[in-house]
């Protein structure tokens, strides 16, 4: 990655923003809007079934980087690997259940799973489900976050309310201004 840093002496909290295939997919776009209204260096990546929900083109236009998708575009980067050293923070934003199982198992199936793997908690990585509550509340789903967080993700609890399909209960990604307050603590204390 081209050195970006305007200050050296300051330099900007690096995010790597993962999306994956959720409803909720479009609040990605409202996160790293304000990440970059308040200085911060945002990347998405994103996995195919998020592309159901949001375009490239809006997270691009946000960052103004290119949305990363593909562990195997460009030849001449690892991306997995470079996108694990690049990143101060990882967020999955937001975390499907498909994707929680894939993490849990080790699968390197999407860029966001081997980006995972790849980081092997050497910065935090952080999980913020979204899904309807039936499924967040199943046992694969309880396991799989409980074994997320004993590794040493750390899972952001989604909120409850009304849900996309229409049933209220908890299961609702956790709000931007929820996750950009998170984020500038942990920017605080780093």
Known sequence: MPNEHKDPYKPKTRILLGVTGSISAYKAASLASALVKKDYLVQCAATKSALQFIGP??????TRRMLQTDMFADSSEIAHIELARWADLILIYPASAATLA???MGLAEDLISAVFLANNFKVPFWIAPAMNSSMLEHPA???NLDILAGWGARIIDP???L????EVGSGRLAEPE????????FRAET
Do not use: K, N, S, W
């Open 102 to 104: 894939r993490l849990r």
């Open 178 to 185: 929820t996750m950009l307050a998170l984020i500038e603590d």
């Open 57 to 62: 083109a809006a997270l691009e236009g946000i």
């Open 163 to 166: 849900l996309a399909c229409g």
């Open 141 to 143: 789903t309880r396991e």
């Open 159 to 161: 909120d409850a309310g």
